[in-house]
């Protein structure tokens, strides 16, 4: 149960990843490079410029699924002082080479250079809604992007990765295995060769090899990753079918005239769902360590889009500097839900023991 929360809570975290985090934008890309490798808990006032085209307006919808892009630029600023039609501020840099900056009140406000009439309500607005303190809770990264926001929106590729193999290792290798166990024979020496061929290679190298095949991208990870996976299922679908075959009631469906579709559907699949659901849990948790070493590498989930591993890569220098946070937070993450799902498969097994519980 305390694996099943864990994941439950995670699958609310990626479906609503973007109304989480601080930073909404795409794959949470916004780079502040002035506040990078900072420690948790830092906290920075920013300034926000309006941008000349500003940005367009989405839908909820869209916001949820993508993000919302910035319509204004963040300057980190460590003090500012309004002067009349313009605002002087001291950016967030070495005290020693920072060189204050002055920006318009008009260029602050709209993204343009034009008179403002009425400039203390310019300076109201200015000081209540563009210049704003900021947390980072879990610290920034080495572009100064927000390694909070990351870890949600990274959360949707581990549990999307995951799904997508699990239901390709399991249309393979349920398909492959019950062919080979119920009807027997060449059918089964003919799987069974196929499954030790691509068992013989290893995993990571095969995933490579379709990776390289495929291409570099989201969906090409999430497909190799599954079609590196079906082997074991298709060994325990085989299994499970042989001992049911046997069975009284496989024998009343065959006297009653059903097909080998029908009986293998409708009679033998049902009765081995116990086991299907516990590999698929199993599975899962192989799927998402083997995407995040795929990302390590530097062959799965490509920059900008947050990954989990790739946030390992980026920043792993850092472990051994003044801020392993930045690398061990990512790892606890795959650590955690990985534990989850060993954990649910082991409840499931536990669960679905009928013959153990006699």
Not at 302 to 325: D, R, V
């Amino acid at each position: 149960m305390a694996g099943l929360a864990v994941i439950i809570l995670a699958l609310f975290a990626g479906i609503f990843a973007y109304w989480l985090a601080p930073d909404g934008t795409p794959y949470a890309n916004r780079m502040i490079l002035e506040i990078s490798g900072q420690r948790p808990g830092f906290t920075i006032h920013l300034l926000a410029v309006q941008k000349v085209q500003g940005a367009p307006e989405r839908s909820w919808l869209h916001r949820m699924v993508y993000g919302q892009e910035d319509a204004v630029t963040w300057v980190p600023v460590r003090s500012w002082q309004f002067r009349e039609d313009s605002i002087r501020v001291e950016k967030y840099a070495d005290e020693a080479t920072s060189i204050p900056e002055t920006y318009s009140l008009a260029r602050v406000l709209n993204g343009k250079e034009e008179t403002i009439r009425d400039i203390p309500a310019a300076q109201r607005a200015v000081l209540e809604k563009h210049i704003m303190e900021r947390r980072f809770v879990l610290g920034t990264d080495k572009f100064g992007r927000d390694i909070l926001s990351r870890l949600l929106v990274g959360t949707r590729v581990s549990l999307s990765v995951g799904c997508i193999a699990v239901i390709i290792s399991l249309t393979i290798g349920i398909l492959l295995g019950a062919v080979a166990g119920y009807f027997r024979g060449w059918a089964d020496e003919g799987v069974m060769w196929l499954i030790n061929v691509i068992w013989s290679v290893p995993t990571l190298l095969l995933v490579f090899a379709i990776t390289l095949a495929l291409g570099k991208g989201f969906w090409q990870v999430f497909i190799a990753v599954g079609l590196t996976m079906w082997v074991s299922v298709a060994r325990i679908i085989r299994g499970q079918v042989l001992g049911l075959r046997e069975l009284q009631f496989v024998e009343a469906t065959r006297a009653l005239g059903y097909g080998h579709a029908r009986i293998i559907l409708k009679h033998i699949l049902p009765n081995i769902l116990g086991p299907v659901m516990v590999v698929a849990a199993g599975n899962f948790a192989t799927a998402i360590v083997v995407e995040a070493g795929l990302s390590f590498l530097g062959v799965g989930v490509q920059p900008p889009q947050p990954s989990w591993g790739l946030m390992i890569k980026e920043n792993y220098n850092f472990i051994i500097t003044h801020n392993p946070l930045l690398a061990l937070a990512p790892g606890i993450a795959i650590m955690l839900l990985v534990l989850a799902f060993n954990l649910l498969g082991n409840g499931l097994r536990d669960a679905m023991d009928v013959k153990g519980k006699l």
